[in-house]
């Protein structure tokens, strides 16, 4: 079973996101994508450049997977550019049709979905259970919550979303896949906290950087992956796409 986590960033490296899909889509089994635009048109967005019918056109190319969408009521950012209301941003697990999606949910830790001072964008926090080999499992898919010059370390609002998360899963019992960009720094009590009961995927194999080189800032972490007692790990690695500012995460489990 193979599993891939990516901020897609709205499409934005459009062509090569689309060949990403069409070499993966026969050797993975779930997707789990963050920063999804949900239009119609065949077109970027002006201020940031965007895909927007990026949605339809992954869902196209993955035609033997079904999607599951968490997109909260008026969430229509991306970045600091408004999108049309119809338009919107979210996330999406696309998992193989074969896999049954027993339940699904989401919520999202702040008040305000997107500040109007562009000081915060708040986390979202996007599941579904499955079965896989006759085992109960969780998949969660994270977009954590954003803040301004706060170099993704340490602030109460991350303690506190890192808490919430815990909380949730400490709620269901079986195995768990926790995946996403959380927009925190690896060396921080919010990871910890995230690591109690979880094994963090990206400490545990020394990865050095889950950016890519578009990403011209200095630090490179913000993507993990964190598994539970129970998933038997076969193989864990960034891989080298160059299709976001972030990397794709690939992680093969029974």
């Keep these: 079973m193979k599993l891939i986590s990516l901020n897609i960033w709205g499409g934005k490296i459009h062509g090569s996101l689309i060949e ?39 869902k196209e190319i993955l035609h033997d997977f079904k999607p599951s969408i ?13 999108l049309d209301p119809n ?4 996330q999406v697990i696309f998992i193989r049709k074969n896999l049954e999606i027993k339940e699904s949910g989401g919520f999202r830790s702040e008040d305000d979905i997107y ?29 954590g919550l954003w ?14 979303q890192c808490e919430l998360i815990q909380n949730f899963l400490d709620s269901h019992i079986g195995q768990k896949i926790v995946c996403g960009d959380l927009n ?15 094994v963090n995927l990206v400490k545990e194999y020394k ?3 889950t950016r890519s080189s578009l990403y011209p800032k200095s630090g490179k972490f913000a993507d993990y992956v964190f598994v539970s007692e129970g998933i038997k790990i076969k193989d864990f690695k960034v891989l080298q796409d160059k299709v976001s500012d ?3 995460l690939l992680l093969e489990f029974e």
């Excluded at 803040?147 to 602030?155: E, F, V």
């Excluded at 925190?184 to 979880?198: V, W, Y």
Aim: with cysteine.
């Design 115 to 143: 500040k109007q001072d562009g000081t915060i964008a708040s986390g979202k926090y996007h599941w579904i259970k499955t079965e896989i080999k006759g085992r109960e499992t969780l998949i969660m898919n994270i977009h």
């Design 207 to 209: 990865i050095s950087s």
């Design 246 to 248: 972030h990397l794709p």
């Design 70 to 82: 968490f997109r909260t009521p008026g969430e229509s950012h991306f970045h600091d550019e408004i």
């Design 184 to 198: 925190i720094d690896l060396n921080t009590r919010s990871m910890e906290i995230l690591g109690q009961n979880l």
């Design 147 to 160: 803040q301004k010059d706060s170099d993704k370390k340490d602030t109460p609002e991350r303690l506190r």
């Design 87 to 90: 338009v919107g941003c979210g």
């Design 20 to 58: 990403f899909f069409k070499e993966y889509s026969d050797s993975v089994d779930i997707f789990c994508l963050q920063d999804i635009l949900f239009g119609e048109k065949a077109e970027f967005s002006p201020k940031r450049g965007g895909r927007v019918n990026i949605f339809n056109e992954i």
